[in-house]
């Protein structure tokens, strides 16, 4: 678990950072590797599968409101459901630009359809 925490702290960190949390990572998985011998490699893909299917609320939730803030301002606070269906397609249908979901928009990646 500690590995997949470092791991997931190299993609937004800048080079020096993520180079500590990559051999962080690589610490922890030589350490687990040590201890488990044959049983790592089945042991390390489901644990990475179950932590990275962990949806973690308050950074969705955050992502969300800084999303929609600047509409927020631009009408005073007040909006309609039609502005938020509107901006809630865009998320929807925009592709990432970088991460591991680059090229990606959310709902290709719900629906598995391009």
């Not at 080079?15 to 350490?31: F, G, I, P, V």
């Not at 299917?53 to 969300?64: G, H, K, N, Q, T």
């Not at 970088?98 to 928009?105: L, T, V, Y």
Request: glycine share 4%; proline share 4%.
């Amino acid at each position: 678990m500690l590995a997949w925490h470092h791991d997931h702290f190299c993609y937004p960190s800048q080079a020096t950072q993520k180079r500590s949390h990559q051999r962080e990572r690589d610490e922890w998985l030589a350490c687990a590797a040590g201890h488990l011998d044959e049983a790592f490699e089945p042991l390390k893909t489901l644990v990475v599968e179950k932590l990275d299917a962990i949806i973690r609320a308050s950074s969705l939730v955050e992502m969300v409101h800084s999303f929609i803030r600047p509409s927020l301002h631009s009408c005073k606070g007040h909006i309609s459901q039609e502005a938020l269906n509107l901006i809630m397609f865009y998320h929807n249908h925009r592709r990432d630009k970088n991460g591991k979901r680059k090229g990606k928009a959310p709902i290709e990646l719900l629906s598995g359809e391009a």
